[in-house]
């Protein structure tokens, strides 16, 4: 008999002998309990009291009793244990059928050993209850059937074992489970529906529990976490926020499934909240840059317009007054470069189908690609200079001194000078 079977029954027996076995009893007395133990768990005896409590115990990959725990059983009689077979597909969803994770069951909480049983795994690597479905040699030699002449005994556990794979000719459904009724006909006067029962995948559910269970609480990530605490370098860990966790059935997970029975009756969820949007900082243009980004009003600008102002307004007019003039001025063209910069970085949110920018402005945010010439980047260098010579004026109204065609050629001199970094 394979290894696992011998310690299926072993780990029985301890159970058996632990509840049975009281420090109070007689060496006899231990005796007998001792050659009762091995009678019960004898395969001769047990094999068939279990396969005929396999009917008590119905595989599903989603069980209805994760809806409601009352769902199993109804007027109707027992809701139909459902299986999925769905076959993998590389569409990129988690679902079933893409992720390789174990059955489930439910029933009876007093039949669960027969369940362990068929689950077991062999030496293979394939549990008992597939060995079965194939009739391998390994199927018949746990079931102690190695007499051909013995093959209508095989048949017979083999079927009361298989009862935990089959399911009602008729679909039977439970009103406690979450339903829709999804319209099939357009005539709605007439309509059909396709009834739809929204049902747990547990196995997922559970295998998600165990890899996050791994990823927080991991011996692994247990050390790294206490490297951290001494600050030693090197060590990295996941973390993963915003879980929460959900419970089914009570005090009593064993009525809901054996996966909800093993891990305690507790799951994880990952928060599902819809995203929390933020006013952006910076937002790309969809018709001019200088109306909507580049702005002489801001706090940058109007400081040094009245700067200017202050030097247009003094009776000298020298060298070094002409210097801090072109200071100022090239201050400004700064202030342009910056906010020309920040809004290239926030490109992605540009969308030619939502823009009516001009050409020139395209090239210059680098969503569009420039041409041999320089003529895009000649006309943006005027329409800095014309942004500054306005935005004085704009920003003193009646104060401002009125400036001629001499200052904006000024004004044009220096923004020339970083015609390179302008594009």
Aim: charged share 30%; net charge positive.
């Amino acid at each position: 008999m394979d290894k696992a079977i011998v310690d299926f029954f072993s780990d029985r027996k301890e159970g058996w002998l632990k509840k049975n076995l009281k420090p109070s009893m007689s060496e006899l007395e231990k005796l007998e309990k001792n050659a009762e133990c091995e009678e019960v768990f004898s395969p001769r005896n047990w094999l068939p009291n279990a396969a005929k409590r396999a009917g008590q115990i119905s595989i599903s990959t989603h069980p209805c009793t994760f809806s409601h725990p009352s769902s199993r059983k109804n007027k109707n009689g027992y809701a139909s244990s459902i299986i999925a077979k769905v076959e993998r597909q590389a569409d990129g969803f988690l679902r079933s059928g893409n992720v390789n994770v174990e059955a489930d069951a439910l029933g009876n909480a007093a039949a669960l050993d027969v369940y362990k049983f068929l689950t077991v795994k062999l030496t293979d690597g394939q549990t008992l209850l597939e060995h079965l479905q194939q009739d391998t040699p390994q199927a018949k030699a746990v079931l102690e059937i190695k007499d051909p002449t013995r093959e209508q005994e095989y048949l017979a556990l083999k079927n009361g074992f298989m009862a935990m794979l089959e399911s009602d000719a008729e679909a039977i459904t439970s009103s406690k489970i979450k339903q829709v009724y999804f319209p099939i006909e357009k005539d709605m006067t007439n309509a059909q529906y396709h009834q739809l029962s929204i049902l747990t995948p547990s196995g997922i559910v559970f295998d998600l529990r165990k890899r996050l269970d791994g990823i927080r609480f991991g011996d692994e990530i247990k050390a790294s976490r206490e490297c951290k605490r001494n600050n030693k370098k090197g060590v990295s860990f996941k973390e993963i926020y915003g879980l929460t966790t959900i419970g089914y059935g009570g005090t009593k997970p064993q009525n809901i499934s054996v996966l909800n029975n093993s891990n305690g009756g507790k799951a994880h969820l990952f928060m599902s909240m819809p995203p929390s949007f933020k006013n952006r900082d910076i937002q790309f243009p969809t018709t001019d840059i200088f109306k909507q980004n580049i702005r002489y009003t801001s706090t940058a600008c109007r400081s040094k317009f009245y700067l200017l102002d202050r030097l247009y307004k003094q009776d000298r007019n020298n060298a070094e007054v002409r210097a801090r003039r072109d200071e100022l001025y090239q201050d400004l063209v700064d202030y342009v470069l910056e906010t020309v910069w920040q809004v290239r970085s926030v490109k992605d949110q540009y969308l030619a189908s939502h823009s009516s920018l001009n050409m020139n402005q395209r090239i210059w945010l680098q969503v569009a690609e420039a041409p041999e010439n320089d003529n895009w980047l000649d006309d943006l260098i005027e329409n800095i200079a014309l942004f500054i010579f306005h935005g004085y004026e704009k920003i003193l109204s009646k104060k401002a001194v009125k400036l001629g065609a001499e200052e904006l050629k000024q004004i044009l001199k220096v923004v020339e000078k970083n015609k390179e970094i302008l594009r």
